[in-house]
Antibody, heavy 121, light 107 residues
Framework: QVQLQESGPGLVKPSGTLSLTCAVSGGSISSSKWWSWVRQPPGKGLEWIGEIYHSGSTNYNPSLKSRVTISVDKPRNQFALKLSSVTAADTAVYYC??????????????WGQGTLVTVSS | DIQMTQSPSSLSASVGDKVTITCRASPGIRKDLGWYQQKPGKAPKCLIYAASSLQSGVPSRFSGSGSGTEFTLTISSLQPDDFATYYCLQHNSYPRTFGQGTKVEIK
């Protein structure tokens, strides 16, 4: 059973950089999944941020692309999110998740518990 | 971006009721759609993938249908554990986009 665990600062100053890490246990980050970030502002819906494959290939949401970097650390079996130039609009619960591509369909199969990041001075 | 329009945004229902939630995609997305359930303070959970395939372990009262531009999630007989928010998610093209969500509340 794969488990994902987000970690990082819960408070970031405006114009700063949000940095989160997702530790993967119970499975290898080099497996055939895309490792993803999804966020949810308080009381609002879900927004896909982007994803990375263990090869380093990435896909980002164009609405955030200029500010987002997702990276993978294979020796540590984890991946990371950096979001620069943050504002209060980036306050959200940030989830890491794994995206599975199957022969009959694909979907998010495992999720972290989520971590609230607040942007405030 | 593909626009996902989900309706209704909320509904009130009683245990035992049949509940239907709709997502419309523009443009069409074949059957590249999943349905997710989210309870307060928890991560989403996949119920349906490929528009109509039931995820392993999900009760059979949940079903999905549709293709192209219109999709439906149906709960045949609402149970107490089903009160939650439901989201559709398209994965036909990047960026992946979620519907706005449907909150299912107790009547």
């Amino acid at each position: 059973q794969v488990q994902l665990q987000e970690s990082g600062p819960g408070l970031v100053k405006p114009s700063g950089t949000l940095s989160l890490t997702c530790a993967v246990s119970g499975g290898s980050i080099s497996s055939s999944k895309w490792w993803s970030w999804v966020r949810q502002p308080p009381g609002k819906g879900l927004e896909w941020i982007g994803e990375i494959y263990h090869s380093g290939s990435t896909n980002y949401n164009p609405s955030l692309k200029s500010r987002v970097t997702i990276s993978v650390d294979k020796p540590r079996n984890q991946f990371a999110l950096k979001l620069s130039s943050v504002t209060a609009a980036d306050t959200a619960v940030y989830y890491c998740a794994s995206y599975f591509y199957g022969d009959y369909g694909d979907f998010f199969d495992y999720w972290g518990q989520g971590t609230l990041v607040t942007v405030s001075s | 971006d593909i626009q996902m329009t989900q309706s209704p945004s909320s509904l009130s229902a009683s245990v035992g009721d049949k509940v239907t939630i709709t997502c419309r995609a523009s443009p069409g997305i074949r059957k590249d759609l999943g349905w997710y359930q989210q309870k307060p303070g928890k991560a989403p959970k996949c119920l349906i993938y490929a528009a109509s395939s039931l995820q392993s372990g999900v009760p059979s009262r949940f079903s999905g249908s549709g293709s192209g531009t219109e999709f439906t999630l149906t709960i045949s007989s609402l149970q107490p554990d089903d009160f939650a928010t439901y989201y559709c998610l398209q994965h036909n093209s990047y960026p992946r986009t979620f519907g706005q969500g449907t909150k299912v509340e107790i009547k």
